[in-house]
């Protein structure tokens, strides 16, 4: 087949391939996926996310066609989008949110409302916050450890438009008040928010952030919470509001609408009102499958599930098991000295640890990939990884003999 070639492929699309060549994916049920040549892997990739449920859940489907029936756009929003703010926002009285098709566009519009709060253009960044221009020009590898010899490189220096002097896109790499306060002071003329992606709370403390939000709003920075990873998945709304930290933004998207593409930008009414003059919308903004989509997904998690009071705990359970059936695989296998996984945020994503000497080998780390993809799993390694409700159904006598046989074809190949 040689639709594949038609594709062009940015290098995180490419990353799926086994010994026989690049994966092209025919369809998936519930925690799998299977390709054009009808072989089946384990998917905790899950689109890098959204896919929160399970691919083709029945449920879902279901409740997303009879919403169908009132069409998929009108001139302006719905009650669809009014319910589900209303659902998602209960915990926060004053806020309103404003809709996007992915993070990307939600955090660019947190941008755009801080710079008219401000009146400046520049931007901390930490963690990947999107691809647009000022938020990936001159980024590292994120989600590298601190301690990585793969985190600091400078990408994505070329042809990027909204970096410069007046408006400069810093970032904050290792995490400490001191160099968050050093940035601060030196560009604070020219400085007007702070953007922090949640994921990178697993590599701190709740105390360290919340003083990161106060260094920066006392210097007059909006502060932007990015939970695209973890709100929807680690909790309804994310790391910030569970853990109180009293960022002026919060931006979510990803596993709201178990893959259909919708981002949630939220704030007080105050600084939402900006959104007229900012013209923070485009035509699909307020399209409805999305928000069908949201709310079938809030439906399903909203309920107690197993021995979990509700989806997002059970997420939670699901991940801390994938992990602890790979990390004694690990040990199966004789590489636990090399490798091992670990829960991130309470389990909704897991990922992979490497030990020294091999954290800094991306041949290494490739080839285990490829191996796990040989062995019928696809996860991401540098990343974390996505669980999804249908995992609780994996068949685990299976799933641990399928990771103990692809960290045996790593070491006893060219990988280690
Ligand atoms: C924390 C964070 N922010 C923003 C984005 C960008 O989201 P999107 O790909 O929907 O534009 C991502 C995507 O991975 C993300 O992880």
Redesign the pocket.
């Known amino acids: 087949m040689s639709t594949a070639e038609r594709i062009a492929h940015s290098k995180i699309t490419k990353k799926f391939r086994t010994s026989s060549g690049q994966l092209l994916f025919a369809r998936g049920s519930g925690g799998e996926v299977w390709d054009v040549n009808g072989a089946a892997y384990v998917d905790f990739v899950m689109g ?1 996310g959204p896919v929160v449920l399970g691919h083709a859940v029945p449920e879902f489907d279901e409740t997303v066609k009879e919403y169908l029936a009132n069409g998929v756009m009108m001139p302006g929003y719905s009650t669809f989008h009014q319910e589900y703010l209303d659902r998602l926002l209960d915990q926060r009285p004053g806020d309103r949110g404003a809709f996007f098709k ?4 939600a ?1 660019t519009a947190a941008f755009r409302l801080a710079a008219m709060e401000t009146g400046r253009l520049g931007v901390i960044r930490s ?5 647009h221009d000022s938020q990936i020009a001159n980024s590292l590898k994120w989600h590298e450890p601190l301690h990585s010899p793969l985190r600091g490189k400078l990408r994505y220096t070329d042809a990027m438009r909204g970096v410069g002097p007046d408006e400069p896109a810093l970032n904050w790499v290792d995490l400490r008040i001191e160099s968050l306060k050093a940035l601060v002071d030196e560009h604070r003329d020219v400085l007007g928010c702070f953007v922090f ?1 949640a ?1 990178l709370a697993s590599f701190t403390t709740p105390e360290v952030l919340r003083e990161a939000v106060e260094l920066c709003r006392s210097a007059g920075l909006l502060t932007v919470f ?1 939970e ?2 973890t709100g929807g998945r680690i909790s309804p709304l994310g790391y910030a509001q569970d853990n109180a930290i009293p960022a002026d933004l919060i ?1 979510i ?2 596993a709201l609408g178990n893959g259909m593409p919708i ?1 949630v930008l939220v704030g007080n009414t105050e600084l939402l009102t900006h959104a007229e003059n900012a013209r923070l919308s485009g035509t699909f903004s307020k399209e409805m499958v999305t928000a069908y989509a949201a709310l079938a997904t809030r439906d399903i998690l909203e309920r107690p599930i197993g021995d979990s009071a509700d989806g997002w705990a059970e997420l939670g359970r699901i991940g801390t098991r994938i992990a602890e059936v790979m990390t004694y695989a690990a040990k199966d296998a004789g590489v636990a000295d090399a490798v091992w996984a670990q829960p991130v945020l309470g389990g909704g994503m897991f990922e992979l640890v490497y030990a020294d000497d091999v954290l800094g080998d991306k041949e290494r780390r490739s080839a285990l990939l490829e191996a796990f993809a040989g062995a019928g799993i696809l996860l991401l390694e540098g990343h974390p990884s996505f669980v999804s409700l249908a995992h609780r159904d994996l068949d685990w006598d299976k799933f641990s003999d399928q990771v103990a046989g692809a960290f045996r074809s790593w070491t006893n190949g060219s990988g280690r």
Do not use: C, L
């Open positions: 890098y992915t993070a990307s566009e955090v963690g990947y916050v999107g691809w992606d994921y990015d695209t990873k931006v998207g990803k981002s």
